[in-house]
């Protein structure tokens, strides 16, 4: 089975940028979570999709968004890029179903960096 | 809210040696505890979970880690380290019921292995 897939894996962005990052999760798995990593603030959790909704939301401005889409592929968008935004963004899937929900299949990550 | 403290920014280990990385928890209740193991460029992977039951758990890569409730601790261990254990290792712990925004993550340890 494939594992979680994650597009592009680098990106460099200048300020007042927009980006947006993909997310393809393992074959069933219809959950659909962000996080961020960052040397500083370590992993911080930004939202999970579920069935094409936000199930849940971390601590972020609104300037981070993301959606799923119908057969489960999930994309982020940052808007208005600032270098504090500069982090691993990893994408981790799972099933949605009791205690399996919180074993997370994380992605390799997609590496931004704002300039 | 639940909190996670990995004492030991890193960690230097001879390759043969035991090894043991220290994970302390803040939570009300039981939470459901998990070690997680990130190599350079990857993304993470579960190395093993706590939900209930027997508090010693075993894991892949011949990793175990206890439970101990009495002093809100969930280490990590393994009697013999190779080369390739060199990583970090992220400790979380995840609130009952709250899915997957209840995932709250320590700051991680990074192991390094002297041949």
């Known amino acids: 089975k494939a594992g979680v897939t994650q597009t592009p894996r680098y990106l460099i962005k200048t300020r007042g940028q927009q980006v947006t990052l993909s997310c393809s999760p393992i074959s069933g798995h219809r959950s659909v979570s962000w996080y961020q990593q960052t040397p500083g603030q370590g992993l911080q959790f930004l939202f999970e999709y579920f069935s094409e909704t936000q199930r849940n939301k971390g601590n972020f401005p609104g300037r981070f968004s993301g959606r799923q889409f119908s057969n489960s592929r999930s994309e982020m968008n940052v808007s208005t890029l600032e270098l504090g935004d500069s982090a691993l963004y990893l994408c981790?899937?799972?099933?949605?179903?009791?205690?399996?929900?919180?074993?997370?299949?994380f992605g390799p990550g997609t590496r931004l960096t704002v300039t | 809210a639940q909190s996670v403290t990995q004492p030991d920014i890193h960690i230097t280990v001879s390759e043969g040696a035991s090894l043991e990385l220290r994970c302390n928890y803040s939570?009300?209740?039981?939470?459901?505890l998990f070690w997680y193991v990130q190599s350079p460029g990857q993304g993470l992977q579960l190395l093993l979970k706590y939900f209930s039951g027997d508090t010693l758990v075993q894991g892949i890569k011949g990793f175990e880690a206890e439970f101990k409730r009495s002093q809100s601790s969930f280490n990590l261990r393994k009697p013999s380290v190779h080369w390739s254990d060199a990583a970090e290792y992220f400790c979380?712990?995840?609130?009952?019921?709250?899915?997957?925004?209840?995932?709250?993550f320590g700051k991680g340890t990074h192991l390094i292995i002297q041949p």
């Open positions: 939570y009300g209740a039981t939470p459901y």
């Open positions: 979380a712990v995840g609130a009952p019921g709250g899915g997957a925004d209840g995932l709250t």
């Open positions: 981790a899937s799972s099933l949605r179903t009791g205690t399996a929900s919180y074993e997370q299949y």
